[in-house]
C-alpha cells in the first residue's frame, strides 16, 4: 500500500509541475517582469490545509513539504534567487530562507540589511531574509539607520511581503495575532518586489513621519481615531532629513507601524493621521505587510 501511495504522490506532483509549465508558456515573457512570489496565495492553501487536517502526521511537517512544493513550482514560472541579511542571526536567516522558499533556489549573504535591501532594489536578488525590524539609535548617519528606513512610497520598490516562520507554536497567553501586531512574532521578514493582494487574515504596515518624538500611546490613539487598530513596531530618526537639519527634540523621526487588516495605498483613512487633521504625522504610506502567521 505505501508504495502504491507514494507513486501516486509522485504522479500527482508531476501532474502539478506539467499544469504550472503550461501557465508559465501560456503567460510567456510576462513572467519574467514581475517577481513570481505570491506569499498570500500560499497563505491560503496553508489555512485550508490546516483547517482540513487530521491523523498523527504533524501539520508542521506538512507546512513544510508545501513551501518546498510551492517554491520549485513557483521556480518552474520563474527562476528567482534569494539573500539573507548578513551579520548577527544570519544562520537562523539562512534556515528560515531554505523553509520559505525551498532548497533549490541559489541563497547568498548580504554584507549586511541595508546591502540586502538593495539586491532587491536592484534586481540582483527576488526575495531577501531580514531580522526584525528594530529601532534607530538617536544622532546615528544616515548610512548606520535601520534597514526599514529604506523602504519608500514608490511604486515597484522592494516592500515586506511576508513574515518568517508562518507557521509558529501558538503556546503562550498572548494569540498569535497580537504577538506579531506588537513585533514579538517574526523571527525574520521578507522582502520582495512583489505584488501586495490580501490574504483573508493579513497586517499592514506602514511608516509614518513626524517632526519630533511621537509615543507608542500616541501612534495606537492617532490611528484608532481614524477606525484603524494599529501598534508602532520601531522608530528612528529620519536618515533622509539631510546633515543639516536640527536633530534635537524637535529632530524629524520615521515610525513603522503595524496596522490590524489589509490596507491600501489609496485608503483615505491614511490621510486621517497627518498634522492638517491634527494628528502628529506628516506622511503615512505602506510599506508592505505580511498574512498573519497560523498559530498551532
Not at 273 to 292: A, C, K, L, N, S
Request: aromatic residues 6%; charged residues 20%; hydrophobic residues 45%.
Amino acid at each position: 500500500d505505501i508504495d502504491r501511495i507514494d507513486d501516486e504522490i509522485h504522479d500527482l506532483l508531476m501532474a502539478r509541475a506539467e499544469v504550472v509549465a503550461k501557465v508559465a508558456a501560456a503567460k510567456g515573457p510576462a513572467l519574467l517582469t514581475a517577481s513570481p512570489i505570491r506569499i498570500e496565495r500560499e497563505a491560503q492553501m496553508l489555512r485550508r490545509l490546516a483547517a482540513r487536517h487530521t491523523g498523527s502526521l504533524p501539520f508542521m511537517s506538512v507546512a513544510d513539504l508545501w513551501h518546498e512544493l510551492i517554491a520549485a513550482m513557483t521556480a518552474i514560472q520563474a527562476p528567482f534567487a534569494a539573500t539573507i541579511a548578513g551579520g548577527e542571526g544570519a544562520v537562523q536567516r539562512f534556515d528560515l530562507a531554505r523553509q520559505q522558499f525551498g532548497s533549490s533556489i541559489p541563497v547568498t549573504v548580504a554584507e549586511d540589511a541595508r546591502n540586502a535591501v538593495r539586491q532587491v532594489a536592484d534586481g540582483t536578488a527576488g526575495v531577501a531574509v531580514m531580522p526584525p525590524p528594530e529601532n534607530g539609535t538617536p544622532g546615528a548617519k544616515a548610512a548606520d539607520a535601520p534597514w526599514w528606513t529604506l523602504l519608500t512610497a514608490a511604486e515597484g520598490s522592494p516592500s515586506i511581503v511576508a513574515a518568517l516562520p508562518f507557521v509558529v507554536d501558538a503556546d503562550g497567553d498572548m494569540p498569535v495575532r497580537r504577538r506579531y501586531l506588537a513585533g514579538d512574532g517574526p523571527r525574520a521578514v521578507a522582502l520582495a518586489k512583489a505584488p501586495r493582494n490580501a490574504s483573508g487574515d493579513d497586517i499592514t504596515l506602514v511608516i509614518a513621519t513626524s517632526r519630533g518624538f511621537v509615543s507608542p500611546d500616541s501612534c495606537g490613539e492617532t490611528f484608532e481615531r481614524a477606525g484603524l487598530s494599529a501598534w508602532r513596531l520601531a522608530f528612528a530618526d529620519d536618515p533622509h532629513a539631510g546633515p543639516e537639519t536640527d536633530k534635537g527634540a524637535g529632530a524629524p523621526q520615521l515610525h513603522l507601524i503595524a496596522i490590524d487588516g489589509h490596507i491600501e495605498r489609496d485608503d483615505d483613512r491614511l490621510d486621517l493621521m497627518g498634522t492638517r487633521h491634527g494628528g502628529p504625522f506628516g506622511e503615512v504610506y505602506p510599506v508592505g505587510g505580511y498574512p498573519v502567521p497560523i498559530g498551532l
